[in-house]
């Protein structure tokens, strides 16, 4: 089986071939060009797929709310806009005849690391994933926990800042706002006049400076404030964390220093790490349920 796996981000879109042993080729990065809206996004996914012959399965791993049943977009942010609502799968399956499957990114995350990667051994495990945005996924009792409305999972529109920064959603203080890697770009950024990306923050250049390292560390105390949150509630033996933000060893290292001095006695058991698929885990999670079609 010759699977074409896509993985839609707010800034880029990655797409692979996958066969039927889940190996990775052929990788490809382009451009989301999220502003110019859902419609657009749709048909350059389809331009890609245009591209390739003897094509079997389309996965798709997408930003937003998903109702995998049907393909469709059911709540988008202004991220990507004029994209809730879009039947995804629909769409590609009248223009290519191929069968589609559609995730939501932070669901397809998690069912590659449950089938692949840091979750394999376990029936019960939370994901967040830290970019644009802050998005989360529950996979409990062996499969995911959606939610009533297809919407479950949505931890970066927590609320830890009452009355705080305005966000995409139309809510005001969420998680996301202060923890996700966008948060960090834009605080070390207006406290030190930069414009420096999330990688270049952590070059030794960079991030040996004091100011810098400061506003570092108070982004991370942001990130422990939503997972003591999320731990309390769910009380999980593991949280599988990903994002390319958290292939730095300083995040991840700090986290494991601080958390569990803040965590009462009996939560202390959850096991907090690093994707072990790392960029891969959303295109083998939708690959592997784009073969089961």
């Given at each position: 089986m010759k699977i074409l796996a896509f993985d839609i981000?707010?800034?880029?879109?990655?797409?692979?071939?996958?066969?039927e042993k889940f190996n990775l080729t052929d990788r490809h990065t382009v451009p989301?060009?999220?502003?110019?809206?859902?419609?657009?996004?749709v048909q350059k996914i389809i331009r890609i797929i245009e591209g390739y012959e003897n094509i079997d399965r389309i996965a798709i791993s997408t930003a937003g709310q998903v109702d995998s049943e049907n393909g469709i977009v059911v709540?988008?942010?202004?991220?990507?806009?004029?994209?809730?609502?879009?039947?995804?799968k629909k769409?590609?399956?009248n223009k290519t005849g191929i069968p589609t499957f559609v995730e939501n990114d932070v669901n397809a995350f998690a069912l590659g690391e449950?089938?692949?990667g840091a979750g394999k051994e376990h029936s019960d495990f939370l994901c967040l994933t830290y970019g644009t945005g802050i998005g989360g996924a529950m996979f409990l009792d062996n499969k995911l926990y959606?939610?009533?409305?297809?919407?479950?999972?949505?931890f970066g529109h927590m609320i830890t800042h009452a009355g705080g920064k305005q966000c995409t959603c139309g809510g005001e203080g969420c998680y996301e706002c202060y923890a996700s890697a966008r948060a960090l770009i834009e605080a070390v950024n207006k406290a030190n006049s930069t414009n420096l990306d999330a990688f270049q923050i952590f070059e030794k250049e960079n991030f040996s400076k004091p100011e810098i390292?400061?506003?570092?560390d108070k982004w991370i105390d942001e990130m422990i404030i939503g997972l003591i949150n999320i731990i309390y509630i769910f009380n999980p033996p593991?949280?599988?964390?990903?994002?390319?933000?958290?292939?730095?060893d300083y995040v991840i290292d700090l986290i494991d220093r601080k958390i569990y001095n803040l965590l009462m006695d009996n939560f202390k058991n959850v096991n907090i790490v690093r994707s072990k698929l790392k960029s891969d885990s959303a295109l083998l999670g939708v690959a592997y349920e784009a073969a089961q079609l």
């Open positions: 981000g707010g800034t880029n879109i990655k797409y692979a071939l996958c066969d989301t060009d999220a502003q110019k809206g859902g419609q657009e996004l709540y988008s942010t202004d991220n990507i806009p004029y994209y809730t609502g879009m039947m995804v769409i590609i399956e449950a089938r692949f959606k939610g009533s409305t297809s919407s479950a999972g949505e390292r400061s506003v570092i593991l949280i599988v964390l990903g994002g390319g933000i958290m292939n730095e």
